[in-house]
């Protein structure tokens, strides 16, 4: 319940939400415990389905108002990331853009949490990309030249990944610059999703 919920009753924050729902749960109020719904759920569910639902799950009522009430102090802080594992695979998650988010871990999902990891991730994705369509409009000796050009400057950005200091940020840390040659750059930016190439020269 408390996860569906996105504060669409005024609640702001996640202990907000929590001190809400108590009340709705200590006072036995269905309609105050709706108002806290997303409204996307609340399109989904009507007040009577939801009304009916709350008369019928007592006992689960009940077990929820006794958690509440005895929720230890070191759980009352929200928890803003971490990692969990399902079938062996380790997902890290956070809270980003004020929703909780997977991060790393899902098959095929870049890793953005740094410049270097997202460099990397753009590297494999363009070695790995069909370049067949692209070769077919160019002369062989053209589509060589790019294809030899590319491989020559992946393969410096993967070494100059190796050495320290070599990823400049800016004073305010929202852009990273990794220059591979006189007049050429990378450059990335920081936004709520990871970190994001915004120019390539």
Not at 84 to 97: M, N
Request: proline share 6%; glycine share 8%.
């Amino acid at each position: 319940m408390l996860i569906a919920c996105r504060g669409g009753g005024g609640a702001r924050s996640p202990e907000a939400l929590r001190e809400a729902y108590a009340r709705a749960l200590a006072a036995d109020d269905p309609a105050a415990a709706y108002a806290l719904l997303s409204p996307e759920l609340r399109a989904a569910t009507s007040k009577e389905a939801f009304t009916a639902r709350w008369k019928a799950q007592a006992a689960e009522r009940s077990a929820a108002k006794a958690a509440l009430d005895t929720l230890p102090p070191a759980l009352r802080t929200p928890v803003r990331g971490g990692e969990t594992i399902h079938d062996g695979a380790v997902l890290a998650w956070a809270q980003i853009g004020g929703e909780y988010q997977v991060v790393t871990g899902l098959p095929g999902l870049p890793d953005l949490s740094t410049p270097a990891s997202a460099i990397r991730a753009f590297l494999a994705a363009v070695r790995r990309a069909d370049l067949g369509a692209l070769s077919a409009l160019l002369a062989d000796d053209l589509s060589s030249r790019l294809r030899d050009d590319w491989n020559r400057r992946a393969d410096l950005l993967e070494q100059l990944l190796k050495q320290p200091g070599a990823i400049e940020f800016t004073p305010g840390m929202e852009r990273a610059i990794l220059r591979y040659e006189p007049g050429r750059a990378l450059t990335l930016e920081q936004t709520p999703q990871g970190w994001r190439i915004v120019a390539l020269q």
